[in-house]
């Protein structure tokens, strides 16, 4: 139902293209809004798209409205194209995708639900367990953390349900394949770079505070802001710009959207996470298989993959002044940069690569129609 581009929609395209190698067939269903961006990458991969009048469940009364008045008349259109395509399987990418859920049962598909964040109003909540417990029996979480979030009612145990992490194509994300993004390049300097769309989840305002911080002990470095600036955050990125010019941080540059992330990774030193919140952080996992020095957040499943002060640094959320510190250690030793970014890469390799999660879908789709 989202249409705009992040990681649930690089995760869906970067999937569908190695599941053919398993025998399995992907058509993508997504809403004719804002999509043109992850239509074309669809394409590019050669996964076959249908586009539609969907509105999905958001905050903004206007689009509100849309869901509530043609939530019948479209749950009724996924119900026909569900027949028409004679689907075996309906894949659900998120918390908030009631309408495929309740749809696919409808037309008695086999319901798979891909939870994969770890933030929900408290009404939804109820809602999702509600079409949860009477209308999917199939699940896969995003991580450990999402299945505690979302699936610790006991009625829910007895679901079939298998954790699957967002995957990262290790082979494009190599630092020996990825060509330097000459933007960022140009900049002399350490560069040090976080990725994602401007919303308050990414907590963009630690990683401006951490900025302030460090310029008061280092010279010559430039920090960049990798991500969509989506109209339904104005209130957010005005709070973001505000803190830049009171903090008088020059050297933070936002860069805006980039279909090229392997060649921004390639031109940072170092690489940020400051989110609040977060499931299976794909960027997290990018910088990972690009042998970047990383400092996370603990959010989602970061430190499954990142031991603290062996392949990167973990810090609570919240904290840019821990978040400077480690940064600054990473500024000071190049080696420990080049020793963390090694190491991250292996583990990316052997746990988080596409092919590894794609296997495991194919395992659980597999699993789903044999239980059929």
């Known amino acids: 139902m989202e249409g705009r581009y992040g990681g649930p929609q690089a995760r869906i395209g970067s999937i569908a293209g190695k599941l053919k190698r398993h025998g399995i067939e992907m058509i993508a269903v997504i809403p004719l809004n804002d999509s043109e961006f992850f239509y074309r990458r669809l394409l590019e991969n050669g996964t076959p798209v249908r586009r539609m009048k969907l ?27 569900f027949k028409k ?72 145990w007895k679901k079939h349900m298998v954790e699957i992490q967002s995957p990262v194509d290790t082979s494009i994300f190599s630092p020996k394949n990825a060509r330097t993004d000459e933007k960022i390049a140009r900049f002399s300097g350490l560069r040090i770079v976080t990725v994602g769309n401007l919303n308050p989840r990414k907590g963009i305002e630690y990683f401006i505070q951490m900025a302030s911080l460090l310029n008061k002990h280092h010279d010559n470095l430039n920090f960049f802001v990798v991500g969509s600036h989506f109209a339904t ?5 005005k709070a973001i710009s505000d803190l830049v010019k009171n903090l008088d941080v020059e ?45 996370t957040t603990d959010v989602g499943d ?32 190049e080696e420990l940069r080049k020793d963390f970014g090694a ?9 988080l690569d596409i092919d590894v999660c794609a296997k495991k879908h194919a395992q659980f789709y597999r699993e789903i129609m044999k239980r059929a």
């Open 343 to 351: 190491r991250a890469r292996d583990v990316a390799v052997n746990s």
């Open 233 to 237: 955050q104005r209130k957010y990125i």
């Open 85 to 156: 395509e004679q689907v075996n399987i309906v894949h659900c990418n998120g918390s908030w995708q009631i309408k495929g859920v309740i749809a696919g049962k409808l037309a008695r598909k086999n319901v798979v639900w891909h939870l994969n964040d770890t933030e929900m109003p408290g009404l939804m909540r109820f809602i999702f367990r509600f079409v949860a417990l009477h209308f999917c029996d199939f699940y896969i979480n995003a991580g450990e953390r999402v299945k505690t979030y979302y699936l610790n009612d006991p009625r829910l």
């Open 55 to 81: 509105h999905r469940l958001t905050k903004r009364g206007p689009d509100l409205l849309k869901f509530l008045v043609l939530f019948v008349w479209e749950l009724f259109s996924l119900y026909r194209m």
């Open 251 to 295: 050297n933070v540059h936002f860069y805006g959207i980039s279909d090229d992330v392997p060649s921004i990774m390639k031109a940072a030193d170092v690489y940020v996470c400051s989110s609040i919140s977060e499931a299976s952080p794909i960027s997290v996992w990018e910088a990972m298989s690009m042998a970047k020095a990383i400092v």
């Open 302 to 333: 970061v430190a499954k993959f990142i031991r603290d002060a062996h392949n990167g640094f973990v810090i609570p959320p919240k904290d840019a002044a821990t978040l400077a510190a480690r940064v600054g250690m990473l500024i000071e030793d």
